[in-house]
């Protein structure tokens, strides 16, 4: 669908370094906030940092995308710790950077700042790590599925209730993704994926946003596996969901979280058997524990993950939530001695 503008020129970038060797995402940024231990002060920026210009009266501590505004040297940090890591392509903070997201906080109006701000944070951070070692490094604007379901009724006695609409949803991710675009954004990154049609609406959306830019920006999309039949939340099979998402051409398709990469593998398999577009996987450090943290050290998720690319799986890997820096080193290392995996051409 994006086949009629012409390709960016981080487009054509990206692909040159994704035909020589698999690419490395970086990791989880909410393990690394919350070793700041930041309180609400913290997040308002009124104690510490940025005042935020942008009023709400819900309280604010836990809106970690909000620290772009009011702790920006501290997400700037962190993404810094990934490039340095081995990290190719940086995400930017931005997982809830929708109004229907932030209405959870109250802080719709900060929308557009978030996303024009979130990726000239992470601009900055990998120039800083390009200007000491010379890699390039891409920034990817992270559009999270928000908080509500398209698909499937949240009231069980009302299973035709809705809590959002595709419109509602389309809109919102129109405004997310050209604010990423306009901050700097090379790539546009739908994450996180268990419904199917949120994604579709965001899929459309980023095509339009790219549109209005005028230019394709590679456009990488990942669901996740919520359950153990290896299904979508909204049913589906990692087939029937590459099917639902091939027409817009994405240049990666994937898996991210929920799974830990051992449990992840099968269906990243199955991924990689049908979809002719490059393969992106960025498992959770193994699952969670009783306390909700993840266990699973560097070296441990790293081999893993190296199975993967030892199969010919995967063109781009990464982590997700319970990874730190030492994950990403550890998986770039891992996975370097191996061939990225050669994308198919059907008809
Ligand atoms: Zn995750």
């Known amino acids: 669908m994006t086949g009629r503008l ?22 989880a940024m909410g393990t690394q906030i919350q070793q700041l231990r930041l309180g609400e002060d913290d997040y308002t920026g009124h ?13 604010q501590q836990g809106n970690n995308d909000l ?9 700037e940090e962190i993404h810094y710790r990934y490039a340095m890591a081995g990290a190719d392509i940086v995400e930017t903070n931005t997982f809830s ?3 229907i997201a932030q209405a959870d906080y109250g802080m719709q109006a900060a929308v557009r700042d978030l996303n024009v701000e979130g990726a000239r944070i992470v601009r900055r951070a990998l120039d800083r790590a390009t200007a000491q070692d010379g890699r390039p490094r891409f920034v990817a604007g992270a559009i999270g599925p928000t908080n509500r379901t398209a698909s499937i009724s949240p009231d069980v006695n009302n299973p035709g209730y809705r809590a959002v609409t595709f419109e509602d949803l389309r809109s919102a991710y129109h405004e997310q993704a050209r604010a990423l675009i306009e901050g700097g954004a090379d790539i546009l990154l739908i994450e996180t994926i268990f419904d199917t049609l949120n994604a579709k609406a965001a899929i459309f959306a980023c095509i339009q946003a790219m549109e209005a830019h005028g230019r394709a920006l590679p456009l990488m999309i990942s669901g996740t596996i919520t359950d153990a039949s290896g299904r979508t939340l909204s049913g589906q099979t990692p087939t029937a969901f590459w099917h639902s998402v091939r027409h817009a051409r994405p240049w990666s398709v ?12 099968p269906h990243l398999a199955e991924l990689s058997a049908v979809a002719d577009t490059h393969i992106c996987a960025y498992p959770n450090a193994g699952l969670p524990n009783a306390f909700g ?6 070296d441990d998720t790293a081999v893993q993950v190296a199975d993967f690319a030892r199969e010919g799986l995967v063109n781009v890997v990464g982590g997700c939530c319970g990874t730190t820096p030492d994950h990403i080193r550890a998986i770039a290392e891992a996975v ?12």
């Not at 510490?48 to 309280?59: M, V, Y």
């Not at 994937?254 to 593998?265: F, I, Q, V």
């Open 293 to 298: 943290q993840y266990d699973e050290g560097p």
């Open 254 to 265: 994937g898996l991210n979280c929920a799974l830990g990469a051992s449990a992840m593998r």
């Open 47 to 59: 104690g510490s940092g940025h005042a935020c210009r942008h009023h709400s009266d819900h309280p």
């Open 97 to 99: 950077a929708t109004t």
């Open 6 to 27: 012409t390709p960016s020129p981080a487009f054509e970038a990206l692909n040159r370094l994704a035909a020589e060797r698999i690419l490395i995402l970086d990791g």
């Open 336 to 347: 370097a001695p191996y061939s990225p995996r050669k994308v198919p051409e059907y008809a």
């Open 67 to 75: 620290l772009i505004l009011t702790q920006p040297e501290a997400v």
